[in-house]
């Protein structure tokens, strides 16, 4: 998959920031990765910074001495949290280009790390119906970002939230820098 193509409107390859101000539960302070995104359609997605700290073999016994069971558990979103949705990345820096593999089975997973993408695990997913995630943006729920080759390192949870705002402006900055309970500001 290509980054998200502007003329089309498609958010797909794109990261959705969470905006300082969202207070749902399930997407505060969270980066999300849209997969595939229309206005007929809807968009899905995956949370990058909600790690379990667990890998894969950890919760599922089925994986143990698998490759895929030293891949990291992260929580998706709050859709299907019960199944494991398998995602793999890689930048080919040469063309610029992003491949985004997204719901692929165990077996494309395995060939996805084989050549050397990044393979993660997720419990569950983002998902937003039609017209859902375009009201959200109207409402300044989101801030949209596109992605780059340095945006998706070894930064994790919170920090990778702040660190991606923190980029786009500096009142976004000390917005991110916000304790999240401002009575011990």
């Known amino acids: ?10 958010l797909a390859g794109s990261l959705l920031l969470a905006h300082p101000v969202l207070r749902d539960p399930n997407f505060r302070r969270t980066v999300v990765l849209i997969s595939a995104h229309s206005t007929g359609d809807g968009a899905v997605g995956a949370i990058l910074n909600r790690p379990t700290g667990k ?72 998902g937003w119906g039609e017209g859902q995630l ?26 990778l939230w702040r660190s991606f705002l923190s980029r786009i402006s500096p009142e976004f900055a000390l917005l991110a820098a916000s304790p999240e309970d401002p009575s011990v500001n």
């Open 1 to 10: 998959m290509r980054r998200s193509d502007e003329s089309s409107g498609s």
């Open 134 to 159: 375009e009201e959200e943006l109207e409402h300044d729920s989101w801030v949209v970002t596109p992605l780059d080759a340095e945006m998706l390192g070894d930064e994790d949870g919170t920090s």
């Open 55 to 126: 890998l894969l073999s950890e919760c599922d016994d089925s994986f143990e001495g698998d490759p895929l069971g030293k891949v990291p558990l992260y929580e998706g979103g709050p859709v299907g949290a019960d199944r494991v949705v398998f995602c793999g990345w890689r930048w080919v820096k040469s063309e610029g280009l992003f491949n985004l593999a997204y719901g692929v089975d165990p077996d494309q997973a395995r060939n996805l790390l084989d050549e050397g993408a990044v393979v993660r695990a997720f419990l569950g997913y983002s």
